[in-house]
């Protein structure tokens, strides 16, 4: 696919997503000449800004991120596709300014329409790009880039679906998970299915469990708003971290196409099993962080964090544990867990196998051998491990676990934003890696017997200390022998 020039029309130009990811992803594309010639890319903000105001504002966002990389040539030349447009987007004037800014000659009229902006809103602004026709395919394409969440629930994401697609057909929708930009993530599917030794093990007859973490060391910062009436659960479980379990465990697809690739997805998720409310309590584990210390920094709890209510029982931390009833995974339990305020930042895939037979090693010293892990490290080390049980060098016969290692990337080897992969997708028509609604839709089934339990017991939430993995969640396992996996490398038990 052929990326088209384009421009891209940025909602919450000014807010955080623009200021830390869209803006430096954009310029990066330009780096690499990856922009096609004439793309424009038109900021939309409240504040009274004019063209260089604008300019030095992304100037500092692009230094910010690309430190001793920035190229002062390359951004002239960036500069000169930028555009500033002020307006209050509750606002038909915002609308009427905008449309005719966009019908002068130096605007490509193939437009993406990039929400960075409060999911309350998704609604109203579509409407009013409608009412100016902007959706209108007459002169080019028309797509439309929704960040999460999407929706707090099934039936309010049902609503909002309803409501787009009163504007929008499905092709011109792009709703994005950044998880699907990240290389590590997309390596998952060539580790699969391009290596052919590990189809055959792949499945409940090898496989013992898996284990998905997200653990972040940092708290909410300025995100309280937002966060609180999220919690950990919507914010990363629902859809990072369920996408993560998707690719792990679905079928090879027939093509890397958008929607083979997504029916095997959506497979997945209608294969889970549902999790009754009255087995809430035995499968979902919460809790908040209380003061504590990170690196050796003193940091506050979260109730003591901007804009969070004093009596707050939202989770920073979650874990749940999840059945595919499908001929592959039958019985083999997926444990998932995210955070914030935990000892270390990690997103990391674990697949534990099946314990080997110890007789043939009796009357030896070899009491007990590690199981087989095939480790996926997403971030911030990429790599995939194996572990394996070797001899350890000597007279006796013990042995030791060793890992085969395949890192992501060499060292001269650049790393892509996940944002980079996808605003370029988004040029190039491709929606593989955006969600169908299908997959939005099932993911919320899977979480909303846990949200509504959880809504309605607002009275006591367990509390674990910043710097800690988490509040005790140990009767989530199966067995004695699985407890939560932390470390990429070799655990000895
Ligand atoms: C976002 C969540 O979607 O993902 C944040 O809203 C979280 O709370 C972030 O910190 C994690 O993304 P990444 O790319 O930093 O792992």
Redo the contacts with the bound molecule.
Sequence with gaps: MKAEPCTYVIFGATGNLSRIKLMPALYHLDVADRLPEGTRILAIGRRPWDQQKWLDEVSDMVKAKAKDDFDETIFQRFSARLYYHQGDISQTECYTLLADTLAKKEFPQNIAFYLSISPADFGPVMSMLSDQHLFTEDSGWRRVIIE?PFGYDLDSAEALQKRISHYLNEEQVYRID?YLGKGMVQNVLVFRFANVMLEPLWNRNYIDHIQIT?S?S?GIDSRGDYYNSAGALR??LQ??LLQLLTLVTMEPPVSMDAESLRDEKVKVLKSIRPIPKEAVHAQAFRGQYAKGHIDGEKVNGYLEETHIPPNSTTETYASMKLYIDNWRWRGVPIYMRTGKRLAKAQ?SISICFRHPPLQFFRDTNVQCMNPNWVLLGI?PEECIRIEMTVKEPGLEMSTRTSSLDASFRNQDEKAID?YEDLLLDVLKGDRSLFLRFDEVEYAWRIVDPILQTWAIERDFIATYPAGSWGPEDSRLFDKDSQSWRSSLTPECK
Excluded: Y
Aim: hydrophobic share 25%.
């Design positions: 999460k950044h997200h972040e940092i914010d990363m859809s990072h997103s971030q996940a």
